[in-house]
């Protein structure tokens, strides 16, 4: 116990920290007093200089925030030269655009002794800096002069507009054409530096040809003294048409490795008696072996990744802290993970009504898998006698008046040709009310969220149990999401399901397969195994003409009648089915017509492949179809076809059995459990020839389908709706039992 004291004081202090870095990082983005215009400021200083004494001038790139090369070793080389009137920086003095390092940067730059004019590089617009610079520097692109010498900056990074750059730069140099001495300071060089360094690997300058060549001809046309860059750590010299070109980026950053010109340092440049003098400030290393250089680039990377995200740094190693003491109270933190015995249901009375809340993320309207396997239930429950209210979104063309239907207000309804997303607002107090309002005896859930979510919490408030099914793979549909796809697909989805399952009693999983699934992902709660049960009732009284009219509708005459029910959605699996049609078409002497029933986001696209397979007078698109008519259709067709592979459970596989349909499917989670192959249809992996050759088999064995007809229709009579509310019905009692004893044992504990 003293342990876990000390390790709350510990959690307690890591969760204070983290919040004051929080606190300090809104406060430094929103609040602080942030330095405005430093370069104007810093050049007003700037006015006195020259006159008799002429001018001296620092020249350097590439600073990034390298604080143990620039501050320890260049900076005092700077300080220690009495002859320098100012500091150029001609970009990347910082690794990033950020905030953060932004403000380190002028810390550094204000333990120089001179005035410093910033220039600005790709770096400082890098995480949407570009807003930054201008703030705390000024414009991206100036001029100044200092009496008989004019010094231009231009932008460089693509941030600002060719088009404007070209005309200012004319105009600058038109303007300023009698000095003596004009400066050019950009970040990317005008030229392509002839090296065969990682530096062109780099592409470190401007990519334009004709703007380099724009560039260079108009410097020499108006004489331009000198054009400084620093595209890269390294010292490169060049003159194009009378004009010097230097290359000097050396204040920070990492060394290349095998190329000696890449160095430590800076750019004296001095203006004096019409003369004027360039001189490299080298900065000594221990050594150029390039294994002491890899390494020494290895701490200088890491020493300013440290440097600038201290608070980062901090806040991560608060996180770990964090992680490791909640990693300790799992592992030390005793579970009991085998049942209680104590809690036997031998005297329990199961003859009592119940009064069972559903919750869902969708409902009718909407038509789906999870609607229809929740309405079929709930029926089977109202004929044992038992009460069920269903709390299920307001969809807006919800307008009938429904029993035992909590329909819950909306935040958003979007509607799109993918999917539509009723989210409801459960916030509202109005589900708490009408919850509370009944009592109930055990919650039903048939999402791991929102509003499963919400059907949880009040449920646990009630102290009810609460019972979940598994109704849908998840990781099958990451497609519709904007980003982070692979993540939910094979991260978040399943680990959702589980921590939603361990929160529950008991979860129901619509096969074997399914009930595997959940085991494999850790799922410890108790699991029944429950198929959602079909209405035979329906395929009782199908009147013939029905049939007939389906068979005219669609021009089948002696032909072979294929039908597949399904959503026309990528996870569907459709492109699979269509190309094994065609080899079907080409293959079997068995004329047929295939129905594909159902809508969604991919029906224009299928309808594509129809074409594009030539089996417009073969297949057709029925649209969707109401559930209670779609039956008529597995009573018409002759087998039923099936290439979805996302499903927890084979519903429609069923529905059709019972419409004497053998089957052929991919063998998947949803068909594993309900197809015996050469009994009531065919499971195949998945590949097109084996699919289609199963179909064809059936199609040319008459008798082989009229006994696989028999054994479907055999098969769906043991999943009925009654069947499934009966079983149901024995879970929620061993529940509501298993519920009670726990509380009873709390109670006793308590006391």
Same mark, same amino acid.
């Given at each position: 116990?003293?342990?876990?004291?000390?390790?709350?004081?510990?959690?307690?202090?890591?969760?204070?920290?983290?919040?004051?870095?929080?606190?300090?990082?809104?406060?430094?983005?929103?609040?602080?007093?942030?330095?405005?215009?430093?370069?104007?400021?810093?050049?007003?200083?700037?006015?006195?200089?020259?006159?008799?004494?002429?001018?001296?001038?620092?020249?350097?790139?590439?600073?990034?925030?390298?604080?143990?090369?620039?501050?320890?070793?260049?900076?005092?080389?700077?300080?220690?030269?009495?002859? #320098?009137?100012?500091?150029? &920086?001609?970009?990347?003095?910082?690794?990033s655009? *950020?905030?953060?390092?932004? %403000?380190?940067? !002028? +810390?550094?730059?204000?333990?120089?002794?001179?005035?410093?004019?910033?220039?600005?590089?790709?770096?400082?617009?890098?995480d949407?800096?570009?807003?930054?610079?201008?703030?705390?520097?000024?414009?991206?692109?100036?001029?100044?002069?200092?009496?008989?010498?004019?010094?231009?900056?231009?932008?460089?990074?693509?941030?600002?507009?060719?088009?404007?750059?070209?005309?200012?730069?004319?105009?600058?140099?038109?303007?300023?054409?009698?000095?003596?001495?004009?400066?050019?300071?950009?970040?990317?060089?005008?030229?392509?530096?002839?090296?065969?360094?990682l530096?062109?690997?780099?592409?470190?300058?401007?990519?334009?040809e004709?703007?380099?060549?724009? #560039?260079?001809?108009?410097? &020499?046309?108006?004489n331009?003294?000198?054009?400084? *860059?620093?595209?890269?750590? %390294?010292?490169? !010299? +060049?003159?194009?048409?009378?004009?010097?070109?230097?290359n000097?980026?050396?204040?920070?950053?990492?060394?290349?490795?095998?190329?000696?010109?890449?160095?430590?340092h800076?750019?004296?440049?001095?203006v004096?008696?019409?003369?004027?003098?360039y001189?490299?400030?080298?900065?000594?290393?221990?050594?150029n072996?390039?294994?002491?250089?890899?390494?020494?680039?290895?701490?200088?990377?890491?020493?300013?990744?440290?440097?600038?995200?201290?608070?980062?740094?901090?806040?991560?190693?608060?996180?770990?802290?964090?992680?490791?003491?909640?990693?300790?109270?799992?592992?030390?933190?005793?579970?009991?993970?085998y049942?209680?015995?104590?809690?036997?249901d031998?005297?329990?009375?199961?003859?009592?009504?119940?009064n069972?809340?559903?919750?869902?993320?969708?409902?009718?309207?909407?038509?789906?898998g999870?609607?229809?396997?929740?309405?079929?239930?709930?029926?089977?429950?109202?004929?044992?006698?038992?009460?069920?209210?269903?709390?299920?979104?307001?969809?807006?063309?919800?307008?009938?008046?429904e029993?035992?239907?909590?329909?819950?207000?909306?935040?958003?309804?979007?509607?799109?040709?993918?999917?539509?997303?009723?989210?409801?607002?459960?916030?509202?107090?109005?589900?708490?009310?009408?919850?509370?309002?009944?009592?109930?005896?055990?919650?039903?859930?048939?999402?791991?969220?929102?509003?499963?979510?919400?059907?949880?919490?009040?449920?646990?408030?009630?102290?009810?149990?609460?019972?979940?099914?598994?109704?849908?793979?998840?990781?099958?549909?990451?497609?519709y999401?904007?980003?982070?796809q692979?993540?939910?697909?094979?991260?978040?989805?399943?680990?959702?399901?589980?921590?939603?399952?361990?929160?529950?009693?008991?979860?129901?999983?619509?096969?074997?397969?399914?009930?595997?699934?959940?085991?494999?992902?850790?799922?410890?709660?108790?699991?029944?195994?429950?198929?959602?049960?079909?209405?035979?009732?329906?395929?009782?009284?199908?009147?013939?003409?029905?049939?007939?009219?389906?068979?005219?509708?669609?021009?089948?005459?002696?032909?072979?009648?294929?039908?597949?029910?399904?959503?026309?959605?990528?996870?569907?699996?459709?492109?699979?089915?269509?190309?094994?049609?065609?080899?079907?078409?080409?293959?079997?002497?068995?004329?047929?017509?295939?129905?594909?029933?159902?809508?969604?986001?991919?029906?224009?696209?299928?309808?594509?492949?129809?074409?594009?397979?030539?089996?417009?007078?073969?297949?057709?698109l029925?649209?969707?179809?109401?559930?209670?008519?779609?039956?008529?259709?597995?009573?018409?067709?002759?087998?039923?076809?099936?290439?979805?592979?996302?499903?927890?459970?084979?519903?429609?596989?069923?529905?059709?059995?019972?419409?004497?349909?053998?089957?052929?499917?991919?063998?998947?989670?949803?068909?594993?459990?309900?197809?015996?192959?050469?009994?009531?249809?065919?499971?195949?992996?998945?590949?097109?020839?084996?699919?289609?050759?199963?179909?064809?088999?059936?199609?040319?064995?008459?008798?082989?389908?009229?006994?696989?007809?028999n054994?479907?229709?055999?098969?769906?009579?043991?999943?009925?709706?009654?069947?499934?509310?009966?079983?149901?019905?024995?879970?929620?009692?061993?529940?509501?039992?298993?519920?009670?004893?726990?509380?009873?044992?709390k109670?006793?504990?308590?006391?």
């Open positions: 116990m003293k342990k876990f004291s000390i390790l709350k004081i510990i959690l307690f202090l890591d969760i204070l920290l983290m919040t004051i870095i929080l606190m300090y990082r809104i406060n430094i983005s929103f609040f602080s007093n942030k330095y405005e215009s430093e370069n104007y400021y810093n050049l007003q200083k700037l006015d006195d200089i020259y006159k008799d004494d002429g001018i001296s001038f620092a020249v350097l790139g590439n600073i990034k925030n390298s604080i143990n090369i620039f501050d320890r070793d260049i900076m005092q080389k700077i300080n220690n030269d009495q002859e #320098l009137d100012f500091v150029v &920086s001609t970009g990347n003095g910082v690794r655009g *950020s905030e953060d390092k932004y %403000i380190i940067l !002028e +810390k550094t730059l204000n333990k120089i002794n001179v005035p410093t004019i910033v220039g600005i590089g790709d770096n400082e617009v890098s949407d800096g570009a807003m930054r610079f201008y703030e705390h520097y000024g414009p991206l692109f100036f001029s100044y002069t200092i009496d008989d010498a004019f010094f231009l900056f231009i932008d460089t990074t693509g941030t600002t507009s060719e088009v404007l750059l070209r005309e200012w730069i004319l105009d600058e140099l038109e303007t300023h054409n009698d000095f003596t001495y004009k400066f050019v300071f950009m970040n990317r060089p005008a030229f392509i530096i002839e090296d065969k360094t530096l062109n690997s780099e592409n470190n300058h401007i990519e334009d004709a703007y380099r060549t724009f #560039l260079t001809n108009t410097f &020499s046309k108006y331009v003294t000198a054009v400084f *860059s620093s595209g890269s750590v %390294i010292h490169y !010299e +060049k003159n194009i048409a009378g004009v010097d070109y230097f000097s980026g050396g204040a920070g950053g990492e060394l290349i490795v095998n190329d000696e010109n890449s160095f430590y800076y750019m004296k440049v001095t004096k008696d019409g003369i004027v003098d001189s490299v400030v080298k900065q000594e290393t221990l050594s072996n390039p294994f002491y250089r890899v390494m020494q680039n290895i701490w200088v990377y890491i020493h300013a990744l440290f440097y600038t995200n201290f608070i980062n740094s901090t806040l991560l190693g608060c996180l770990l802290i964090l992680l490791v003491i909640l990693l300790y109270y799992k592992i030390f933190n005793d579970i009991d993970y049942p209680d015995f104590e809690d036997s031998d005297d329990f009375n199961q003859t009592n009504k119940l069972v809340a559903m919750f869902t993320n969708n409902y009718y309207p909407f038509i789906g999870v609607p229809i396997s929740i309405k079929r239930l709930a029926i089977g429950l109202s004929k044992l006698g038992h009460q069920v209210t269903i709390f299920a979104p307001m969809y807006p063309e919800n307008n009938e008046d029993c035992n239907v909590v329909r819950c207000k909306l935040l958003v309804y979007h509607h799109s040709k993918e999917f539509d997303f009723a989210i409801v607002n459960i916030l509202s107090k109005k589900i708490n009310q009408a919850f509370l309002s009944q009592n109930f005896d055990i919650v039903h859930l048939h999402h791991p969220f929102w509003m499963g979510k919400k059907g949880m919490m009040l449920a646990k408030l009630s102290l009810l149990p609460i019972i979940f099914t598994y109704h849908t793979r998840y990781e099958k549909y990451s497609h999401l904007p980003l982070f692979k993540t939910f697909q094979n991260l978040f989805s399943h680990h959702m399901i589980k921590k939603f399952s361990q929160n529950c009693d008991g979860v129901i999983a619509p096969t074997t397969t399914a009930k595997e699934y959940l085991e494999n992902i850790g799922v410890s709660k108790e699991k029944f195994i429950l198929p959602t049960g079909i209405n035979i009732d329906l395929y009782q009284n199908i009147n013939p003409d029905d049939i007939k009219n389906i068979k005219e509708k669609y021009h089948i005459n002696d032909e072979m009648l294929l039908c597949s029910v399904s959503r026309l959605s990528k996870e569907k699996n459709i492109y699979f089915l269509l190309d094994g049609l065609k080899y079907i078409h080409e293959q079997s002497k068995v004329k047929f017509k295939c129905l594909l029933i159902g809508d969604g986001p991919e029906k224009q696209n299928i309808n594509n492949k129809i074409k594009e397979n030539h089996l417009e007078e073969v297949v057709y029925t649209g969707s179809i109401p559930n209670d008519e779609v039956i008529k259709y597995y009573t018409a067709s002759d087998i039923f076809i099936f290439s979805s592979v996302s499903e927890t459970q084979g519903m429609v596989l069923l529905e059709a059995m019972a419409g004497k349909c053998p089957i052929v499917a991919i063998r998947s989670s949803g068909t594993d459990d309900v197809i015996i192959n050469n009994y009531n249809g065919f499971k195949t992996k998945k590949e097109v020839t084996s699919w289609a050759q199963k179909v064809i088999y059936l199609m040319e064995n008459e008798e082989k389908l009229l006994e696989m007809s054994n479907a229709y055999e098969f769906a009579q043991n999943n009925s709706i009654d069947a499934m509310a009966k079983n149901v019905q024995s879970i929620y009692f061993k529940k509501i039992h298993q519920n009670k004893v726990k509380m009873h044992i109670k006793r504990k308590d006391k």
